[in-house]
């Protein structure tokens, strides 16, 4: 007696109209239809009723409809949506496997009462996906091979599958029929070690996998956290700040979930929605992930003050989706104290994360580009030898430039031209030359400066400019470069 | 009674009869002279400093180098510019000593937003000095900052022009320019015109350690054509456009 390894239930989700569904999930009219190389490998209904076939090339199938429309085959992108659905269908069960290209498997024996029964769970299945603009079809067996043969060949009993339906080389299958086999029973009456010395040990090993004579493990998906919450207002909402009290409950919950997860974000996003007018949405993002409630309160509230122009709101959503494990920083046991590190540097990073907090709301009031750092550039261009970067990228230290000259506390950013008063360039004064010149030619194979610098100082207000002198030009002009502040 | 002893606690007012009775952590400025006339002995850590100067390039950056190096080097404390009205020159700022690392820029649009950044990041505990350029700031929003100033123990440092009168910060510097003679090094001077805890000081000369004004080149041996170029006059004074100032890329 064989031992059989069914013990379970399978619902085998088979998207065959996946790559045409992806582009398709708004309901369309027209004809659509999906190529590889020019040849079409899937139709959607409109194009089937016009008599375009699978496997036509696109010549024939623009002939059949003037009005088709057509993408090029996107394998990421189906597969992105199959995952995408695999995590949708984990509400089911937590055995769900993808089985690409086009296959989700879910095992559900034991959710089978709290779904009060398999046609439950069915067509709980269907028109979910119905609504997301998806349609599969669905086989329902003891293996999870045996449940994707059913939802391929769509025949009420397993054994009158046709062979073609079975994942067996298409060699195998023609060679097959020849020998008149149709159907899995056809296959199955035949001798087991007659087909391995016919066929080769793959297909016998695919029968007992089939029929759970075999075990046949498969590879579940992991729970991808997911954070949404909605709160609706029984009376609609018009004054916005009466919205601080709901997003102080929605943050709370977010913020159990990620302390129940030991699990940080960098990026929320909250939904103000109203049943007539359009949705509006703000997005708070935080420089470092965090689970820190306060952080999450005191941005919502920063940013809350900004919105304008919402008239009537119905109920307030808050989503996140990207998570990271909490960052697990080695906490002060002696709180603020400063720590010298291996790099000689002294941290303390109770200041470190005032900081941050910081720039967190800078970020929110001020948009993400307004604070920087600076960094010394080996060029010897004045104009090049600085750069800006964005906070925190500065790497290494910065003790390697030796100067030997002067260089000014302030550069502007554009060379100003001066006035000259006799052949004396002035500013508020006439310039005094103190110092140079130091030439700077440097540069051919990016811009080319050819200049004199100078120390100067204004006679009357006795500032200490930086000044030159530009060589290339023969009309000798005098620039104002940098300021000795 | 209780009124005058809640406005003594809250906002930070002092009396003269009080001076010296407290004990304060200051920081070289770098400059002996300085020091002497600073109480403390030098700068402070905290409370608002106003430096006074009428034009830039007269050394009122340099004169606060020393400290700054020591701060972002040394104790590797933060510090935060709002809007500087240049570019803050990092070949100038490394041979100063100031690490880089530890110097962080904002420049926000508006003189209200950078108002905000001031007062948030005093009361953020995160920087060891915010120094801002504001081109307009009232008595009031002074005294909230001496305020934040105070109980997040950072010091920050405003530069207005020298004409802006009185004002509530606890520490007022007037800075003039120097008519060096030339082969002397660059000076400034300097007055001290209110301090918590000291008295009004007589002007007095720094001079800086660099040599900057050591030679004296003569125009004539330049080889110069005359002509004359219609150009903005006077581009350096008060107030000045930042629009000049690049904002940060990625």
Redesign the interface.
């Known amino acids: 007696m064989t031992r059989t390894y069914y013990n379970g239930l399978w619902i085998c989700l088979h998207f065959q109209k996946l790559p045409i569904e992806i582009f398709t999930r708004e309901k369309i009219a027209k004809p659509v239809v999906v190529t590889v190389k020019q040849r079409i490998v899937n139709i959607n209904h409109s194009a089937s009723v016009l008599g375009i076939c699978i496997g036509n090339n696109l010549e024939t199938a623009h002939m059949l409809a003037d009005n088709l429309v057509c993408f090029e085959r996107n394998e990421v992108k189906e597969l992105a949506a199959l995952k995408h659905l695999a995590q949708w269908a984990y509400q089911f069960t937590p055995k769900v496997s993808v089985k690409a290209p086009n296959s989700i498997q879910l095992e559900v024996r034991s959710s089978l009462k709290l779904f009060f029964g398999i046609k439950n769970i069915e067509s709980k299945l269907r028109t979910g996906l119905k609504k997301m603009g998806f349609s599969a079809q669905v086989g329902i067996h003891k293996t999870p091979l045996a449940a994707l043969a059913m939802a391929k060949g769509g025949k009420s009993k397993l054994k009158n599958i046709p062979v073609d339906k079975l994942d067996i080389e298409p060699q195998v299958i023609g060679e097959l029929r020849k020998i008149g086999v149709s159907s899995l029973k056809d296959i199955l009456d035949l001798p087991k070690s007659g087909i391995t010395r016919r066929y080769g040990s793959s297909i016998v090993d695919y029968l007992e996998r089939l029929l759970g004579e075999k075990p046949d493990p498969q590879i579940f998906i992991s729970e991808q956290p997911n954070f949404s919450s909605e709160i609706n207002f029984l009376s609609e909402i018009t004054n916005i700040k009466s919205l601080l009290f709901p997003i102080r409950r929605l943050l709370y919950e977010l913020y159990e979930f990620l302390i129940s997860r030991q699990l940080a974000v960098n990026n929320f996003t909250f939904k103000l929605m109203h049943y007539k007018n359009p949705t509006r949405s703000f997005n708070i993002h935080i420089t470092e992930p965090t689970s820190d409630i306060s952080t999450f309160l005191l941005l919502s509230e920063l940013h809350l003050e900004k919105i304008s122009g919402v008239r009537e709101i119905d109920s307030l959503k808050l989503t996140a989706h990207n998570f990271f494990p909490i960052p697990s920083l080695p906490r002060d046991l002696f709180h603020g104290t400063?720590f010298q590190q291996r790099n000689g540097?002294?941290?303390?990073s109770?200041?470190?994360?005032?900081?941050?907090?910081?720039f967190n709301?800078?970020n929110t009031?001020?948009g993400p580009?307004?604070?920087?750092?600076?960094?010394?550039?080996d060029d010897h261009r004045?104009e090049k030898?600085?750069s800006?970067?964005?906070?925190d990228k500065?790497s290494g230290?910065?003790h390697d430039?030796t100067?030997i000259n002067?260089?000014?506390?302030?550069?502007?950013?554009?060379p100003?031209?001066?006035?000259?008063?006799?052949?004396?360039p002035c500013?508020?004064g006439k310039l005094?030359?103190?110092?140079?010149p130091e030439r700077i030619d440097y540069g051919w194979w990016d811009y080319n400066i050819n200049r004199d610098y100078?120390?100067a100082?204004?006679e009357y207000?006795?500032?200490?400019?930086w000044i030159f002198?530009d060589q290339d030009h023969k009309?000798?002009k005098w620039f104002?470069h940098?300021?000795?502040? | 009674m209780d009124k005058l002893e809640r406005l003594i606690n809250e906002t930070g007012l002092w009396q003269a009869s009080n001076i010296n009775c407290e004990f304060r952590k200051s920081l070289s400025s770098g400059y002996p002279l300085l020091d002497s006339h600073l109480t403390g002995s030098g700068w402070p850590e905290d409370g608002v400093t106003e430096l006074l100067h009428n034009h830039y390039g007269i050394g009122e950056l340099r004169l606060l180098a020393p400290a700054l190096a020591y701060l972002s080097q040394q104790q590797s404390k933060a510090i935060l510019m709002i809007s500087p009205p240049f570019i803050p020159y990092p070949p100038a700022l490394n041979a100063c000593g100031i690490n880089l690392k530890n110097l962080f820029i904002v420049q926000p649009g508006t003189l209200q937003d950078s108002l905000w950044v001031l007062e948030q990041a005093l009361s953020s505990k995160g920087f060891g000095v915010v120094i801002a350029w504001p081109k307009k700031i009232s008595d009031k929003q002074i005294r909230r900052l001496q305020v934040a100033s105070k109980e997040s123990n950072t010091w920050n440092i405003l530069f207005r022009q020298i004409d802006v009168g009185t004002s509530p910060a606890e520490l007022r510097i007037r800075l003039y320019a120097v008519n060096n003679d030339p082969h002397t090094n660059s000076s400034v001077h300097v007055k001290i015109v209110k301090q918590r805890g000291g008295w009004e000081s007589d002007i007095f000369k720094i001079n800086f350690t660099d040599n900057l004004n050591q030679k004296t080149l003569d125009f004539s041996k330049l080889s110069t054509n005359y002509s004359d170029h219609h150009n903005d006059a006077n581009i350096l004074q008060w107030p000045m456009d930042l629009s000049s100032f690049p904002k940060a890329t990625d």
């Open positions: 400063q540097q002294m941290t303390n109770v200041e470190q994360e005032d900081r941050n907090r910081l709301m800078m009031r001020l580009h307004t604070y920087f750092q600076l960094f010394q550039e004045p030898a600085w800006t970067i964005p906070k500065i230290l910065q430039f100067t002067n260089r000014p506390m302030f550069l502007l950013n554009k100003k031209k001066l006035k000259l008063r006799g052949n004396q500013l508020n005094i030359l103190l110092d140079g100078y120390v100082r204004d207000t006795n500032s200490i400019y002198h009309d000798l104002l940098g300021i000795f502040s």
